[in-house]
């Protein structure tokens, strides 16, 4: 039983974690609806000039292109790499395995020039396959560690039972072990959505047409070419941010079920 001073002071501690959270999040919410450095505009017109200004129309769709590319791409090969490292057994699968988690452990930065030369080599720089395949690989690596964690901790039985009523691995993984494992499905997407949104460094060294721009990407340029004052750059912040947060929040309730039931039992 918790005592009443536990209580209180686990809401204290909880309550000052949150506001450092959130002091950056209301710093920057209040500088986009501040008035404008330059004068003129204020409020919901500072996302107006920083929405014509800065090109955010271009930059969204192709961040939302690569974003959902990678998503769904990414996590169908994970959900079938996972449920094969998870529920079968095959010559050379720990070495296999291994070599997946090479992509978790090797940071994009180690891989970023000897990835440009082979994609230029093919003749993909200043592409949309420039941006969205190395984030595939990047994210299948940790789906297939994600997804193979849940299936091994899938019921035996219910696969046995499937087995004996004669349905067939991809029967049994699509239609058996899928549907409850949605948490886990929904948890991975998220994060792969929001890494992929997030990526700075692939698009800056692969791709140089504006129209390929991302949205951080197009931020960063934003600042350097377009204004150096802070509130039209904080409506633009706000700009880029925002679809993640919309997506989060719309999957909020399956990703913390995810994170809590999914993946996490081994």
């Known amino acids: 039983m918790i005592s009443r001073g536990e209580r209180v002071a686990n809401y204290v501690i909880l309550s000052v974690f949150a506001a450092f959270a959130l002091f950056p999040i209301v710093t920057i919410l209040s500088a986009a609806l501040g008035p404008a450095d330059s004068g003129g505009t204020s409020g919901l017109g500072n996302f107006t000039a920083a929405w014509q200004i800065g090109h955010f129309g271009t930059y969204l769709r192709s961040s939302l ?31 296999l ?24 080599s093919l003749g993909l720089i200043d592409t949309f396959w420039s941006v969205a395949l190395p ?67 692939i698009p800056l060294i692969m791709v140089t047409s504006e129209s390929l721009r991302t949205a951080p990407l197009g931020l960063a340029f934003f600042q350097g070419q377009y204004t150096s004052g802070f509130t039209l750059l904080a409506a633009g912040s706000v700009i880029v941010a ?25």
């Open 65 to 95: 292109a690569v974003s959902s590319f990678v998503v769904v791409v990414s996590v169908v090969l994970s959900i079938m790499s996972g449920y094969a490292f998870g529920t079968m057994r095959f010559r050379g699968q720990s070495v």
């Open 97 to 120: 395995f291994y070599l997946f988690m090479l992509g978790i452990m090797m940071p994009s930065e180690a891989i970023a020039v000897p990835l440009y030369f082979d994609l230029r």
């Open 135 to 201: 984030q595939v690989a990047l994210s299948v690596a940790f789906g297939t560690f994600w997804m193979r964690a849940y299936f091994r901790a899938s019921s035996r039985a219910i696969v046995e039972a499937a087995r004996i009523d004669g349905a067939s691995t991809w029967r049994i993984l699509w239609q058996v072990l899928v549907p409850p494992a949605r948490p886990a499905v929904v948890t991975l997407t998220v994060l792969v959505f929001m890494w992929t949104w997030n990526e700075f460094l």
């Open 242 to 266: 925002t679809p993640v947060v919309i997506f989060y929040l719309f999957l909020q309730r399956h990703f913390v079920r995810g994170l809590l039931q999914g993946a996490v039992r081994e």
